[in-house]
T-cell receptor, first 115, second 113 residues
């Protein structure tokens, strides 16, 4: 089954404790993105990746890191989480636009609480 | 960068009525405009999209219209049903920005019996 998976789905942590949220897709998509969803703010892009070893900042990259060492995986790293990073996080993937791959496929989401 | 505004933030309609959600965008070069539906506790899923070379697209009870001159696009849902209740997001893609979609802030649609 074609899908985007994320782990963990729920996470409660404390300020300053490094964490990683994993994302994996099995559709051979080139593009992958991370979004955070907050009430009244919609979905805001954190980072995106156009291919292996190619990443760039989105609209709200502060406090986050990413890596793309393999095509299927795109982990989100919070080196020193703070309470303002409490949010619902979505990973998404798509094909390259020039091959018609505009649709973004979202993972199930990770609800993160930082106390 | 691109900026997308979405209205209304909440919308309540009676079952069988039509619902319209409107979005405006700032970058006249944007060329792709999807609409996503997010049910409670679920992930966003694409329901319809339109590209800048088309003015209208329909898929059963759902339609999207695009006015490039006004930089405005809308989602129309006819004969609404309770299962249409969800949060709807519009988005726009600027060319040359790789996989970057800029989303609106969402509209919570409630279809009442």
């Amino acid at each position: 089954e074609a899908q985007v998976t994320q782990n963990p789905r729920y996470l409660i942590t404390v300020t300053g404790k490094k964490l990683t949220v994993t994302c994996s897709q099995n559709m051979n998509h080139e593009y992958m993105s991370w979004y955070r969803q907050d009430p009244g703010l919609g979905l805001r892009q954190i980072y995106y990746s156009m291919n292996v070893e190619v990443t760039d900042k989105g609209d709200v990259p502060e406090g986050y890191k990413v890596s793309r060492k393999e095509k299927r995986n795109f982990p989100l790293i919070l080196e020193s989480p703070s309470p303002n990073q409490t949010s619902l996080y979505f990973c998404a993937s798509s094909l390259k636009p020039r091959t018609g791959g505009y649709e973004q496929y979202f993972g199930p989401g990770t609800r993160l609480t930082v106390t | 960068g691109e900026n997308v505004e979405q209205h209304p933030s909440t919308l309540s309609v009676q079952e069988g009525d039509s619902a319209v959600i409107k979005c405006t965008y700032s970058d006249s070069a944007s060329n792709y405009f999807p609409w996503y539906k997010q049910e409670l506790g679920k992930r966003p899923q694409l329901i319809i999209d339109i590209r800048s070379n088309v003015g209208e697209k329909k898929d059963q009870r759902i339609a999207v219209t695009l006015n490039k001159t006004a930089k405005h696009f809308s989602l129309h849902i006819t004969e609404t049903q309770p299962e249409d209740s969800a949060v709807y997001f519009c988005a726009a893609r600027s060319p040359g920005t790789a996989s970057k979609l800029t989303f609106g802030t969402g509209t919570r649609l409630q279809v009442t019996l």
